[in-house]
């Protein structure tokens, strides 16, 4: 069974960078299309961006001025930088693996990250 | 960006009853390969969503035959046949036709 895990500061300040990784357990990075969505505290999904195990990315055009994804198969590990960020980047982030870049079969438990001074 | 519209928001069940959630999307999500790439999630309350359905119409593996997905185009349905208590949460419809993908609102169903 696929295992996936965020890590990270839980609390990162405003204007600073937000970096999160997520490792991959129990199955190769190799393949698949590999996201991060966010859900801010009591609202909806949003779809940040996907790497594919190559390094080819897409991100949301909302996004993609400050995002940044990357991935490090010698780790199993994919990340998430986020550049001068404001209250309304906190959220819950998720990493999560995805087939074509859709159908997310599975997610990791999804991390807390705050912005506040 | 294409628009995901849940309805309803809210949907109060009664466990043994049947239930369906609606999904519309501001663009068609079927792909000229025949597929509709319209996505179902639930997320339990204090968990990470999971997938139920994919294209529209395929189960997950491991989601129970109690649900099902339907719909083709822009319209789309995901029915519960009886509803358990453990099916409780917020419901997401999504679309990967296109980048960026985009969520529904969501669905809350609880129990009566």
């Known amino acids: 069974q696929v295992q996936l895990q965020e890590s990270g500061p839980g609390l990162v300040k405003p204007s600073e960078t937000l970096s999160l990784t997520c490792t991959v357990s129990?199955?190769?990075?190799?393949?698949?299309?590999w996201s991060w969505i966010r859900q801010s505290p009591g609202k909806g999904l949003e779809w940040i961006g996907y790497?594919?195990?190559?390094?080819?990315?897409k991100y949301n055009p909302s996004l993609e001025s400050r995002v940044t994804i990357s991935v490090d198969t010698s780790k199993n590990q994919f990340s998430l930088k986020l550049t001068s960020v404001t209250a309304a980047d906190t959220a819950v982030y998720y990493c999560?693996?995805?087939?074509?870049?859709?159908?997310?079969?599975?997610w990791g438990q999804g991390t807390l990250v705050t912005v506040s001074s | 960006d294409i628009v995901m519209t849940q309805s309803p928001l809210s949907l109060p069940v009664t466990p043994g009853e049947p239930a369906s959630i609606s999904c519309r999307s501001s663009?068609?999500?079927?792909?000229?390969?025949?597929?509709?790439?319209l996505d179902w999630y639930l997320q339990k309350p204090g968990q990470s969503p999971h997938l139920l359905i994919y294209?529209?119409?395929t189960r997950a593996s491991g989601v129970p035959d109690r649900f099902s997905g339907s719909g083709s185009g822009t319209d789309f349905t995901l029915n519960i046949s009886r509803v358990e208590a453990e099916d409780v949460g917020v419901y997401y419809c999504?679309?990967?036709?296109?980048?960026?993908?985009?969520f529904g609102q969501g669905t809350k169903v609880e129990i009566k």
């Open positions: 129990d199955g190769s990075i190799s393949s698949y299309y």
């Open positions: 790497i594919y195990f190559s390094g080819s990315t």
């Open positions: 999504m679309q990967g036709h296109q980048t960026p993908r985009t």
């Open positions: 663009q068609t999500l079927l792909h000229i390969n025949g597929y509709n790439y």
């Open positions: 999560a693996r995805g087939v074509g870049g859709y159908r997310f079969e599975y």
């Open positions: 294209l529209g119409s």
